[in-house]
């Protein structure tokens, strides 16, 4: 592909790293835009803090305003793999954010009536839910969506295929062990208390299989990806040889093993190593049965898709559920799903665990950005953007998705890797990362307004 003037910029403006520009795609005003180049690769390239790969995507008034990529999305350190840019084709594990997606996939069901938001979970696993210490007390999928099940992540939130789900979460079951899945005291009381818990997610997709009779990674193939047109998604062992070789491998400075970090280290292979080693199905798929344990597809973190095919799920959103003709979500059921579910309130000893003010308001399986001051999940510094979404972070990538509906504006962000501890370099207006920080702020200011200044 012929570079544009922009990505031949890009190029100069790393510094011997590498950054992919897509010419054709719609662009900010101009000087915005080379402003936001050089800002972001700036991020990407600090010698204190680097990047490995950025893929970024920012809509303004419901068009796409700007995306662009920087760093590798895979690098050759010992000699035994490849070395490759990242592209608007590269797909990112978008850890977190994959609840969302999985969220987006459930509520086609419930609009197809196989689910209700508001009854019992048992009707659809087969087995009682029940927190034990709270027996009386029916778990929904809204209390799961919303974070407010009383199930914790202590026990665990991934299983193999020799495990069944019911033997996790039942009383007496195989792995029940001594019930740390289970909050305990005044939290016992499903809707009383909010606590992020990837293992509802567990069950959710759980619950998705057992209602439609198909395992969880293609179910979502068939709601969500497919009537978009999306690449990628929760399996890579059944990605086309070109998904497989668009997936970027994450990376940090940081051994898998003893978790010591080493800024002056090479970068480390953290997951989806498939220049190196290709995927694999994972340990016997072939007698998994639909319905016993989704933890094995990840439902909670575990998709992969570009920023570009997330900008199309965006703008489906903003328009309300429609893409190209296509009604994929009813507007009353994204309407439903970004509304308030949960919201902190600090009466009583505070009713949910912010995880250092980052959690404020919930919809169902969305988080709601309050453009709040000293409240720890403003966006952008200076303020002036509320938005709906949810954030992500695994394995060294880091992952936004924010979208403001009524202003029709949004920003994407993917991080597939840090050279530093992220815990070191907290951000200074919020309870995100610096480097995330930044990199939204830049696409705020540059892309959704156009400041040059």
């Not at 990112?92 to 009536?113: H, N």
Request: aromatic share 8%.
């Amino acid at each position: 592909m012929k570079l544009g003037m922009r990505a031949l910029l890009g190029w100069a403006l790393m510094g011997g790293g590498i950054m992919q520009a897509m010419a054709e795609a719609p662009a900010a005003p101009a000087p915005a835009a080379v402003q936001l180049d050089r800002e972001l690769a700036a991020v990407v390239n600090d010698a204190q803090h680097p990047l490995s790969g950025l893929s970024v995507l920012a809509i303004r008034d419901g068009k796409v305003a700007y995306q662009q990529q920087f760093g590798l999305r895979r690098i050759d350190t010992a000699g035994t793999g490849v070395t490759a840019p990242v592209t608007a084709a590269t797909m990112f594990r978008i850890a977190s954010i994959s609840k969302m997606m999985t969220t987006f996939g459930l509520m086609k069901l419930v609009e197809e009536g196989k689910l209700d938001l508001d009854a019992d979970v048992s009707t659809y696993l087969g087995f009682p839910l029940r927190n034990p210490n709270a027996p009386g007390s029916a778990i929904t999928l809204r209390h799961l969506l919303s974070h407010t099940s009383t199930l914790r992540d202590d026990a665990g939130y991934s299983w193999g295929t020799d495990t069944k789900l019911a033997d996790v979460l039942q009383p007496g079951g195989g792995k029940y062990g001594a019930g740390a899945m289970w909050a305990q005291g005044k939290n016992a009381a499903p809707g009383a208390y909010f606590t992020y818990c990837n293992l509802n997610w567990g069950v959710i997709g759980t619950i998705m299989e057992r209602v439609s009779g198909e395992r969880f990674d293609r179910l979502m193939k068939r709601l969500l990806l497919a009537p978009m047109g999306l690449r990628g998604g929760y399996n890579t062992s059944e990605f086309s040889p070109a998904e497989v070789a668009d997936t970027a491998t994450l990376y940090r400075k940081r051994t898998t093993d003893t978790e010591i970090w080493n800024p002056a280290g090479p970068w480390i292979a953290q997951v989806d190593n498939y220049g190196v080693v290709p995927p694999a199905a994972p340990a016997g798929i072939a007698s998994y049965v639909i319905g016993s344990n989704a933890t094995l597809f990840s439902p909670t973190g575990g998709m992969r898709i570009s920023a570009p095919d997330m900008g199309k799920i965006m703008l489906m959103l903003i328009n309300g559920g429609q893409h190209e003709g296509k009604q994929v979500l009813k507007p009353e059921t994204i309407k439903l799903m970004f509304s308030e579910q949960w919201t902190y309130k600090e009466s009583g000893g505070g009713n949910g665990d912010t995880l250092r003010g980052l959690y404020h308001s919930w919809g169902l399986g969305a988080q709601r950005f309050a453009d709040t001051p000293g409240a720890g999940n403003r966006l952008v510094q200076g303020g002036g953007f509320s938005a709906v979404g949810h954030l992500g972070e695994a394995y060294g990538l880091v992952s936004t998705f924010a979208v403001d509906l009524d202003g029709r504006n949004g920003l994407v962000s993917l991080i597939g890797g840090f050279g530093t501890d992220p815990e070191q370099y907290p951000g200074r207006y919020s309870a995100l990362v610096r480097s995330e920080e930044l990199i939204l702020t830049a696409l705020y200011r540059r892309a959704v307004l156009g400041k040059t200044d």
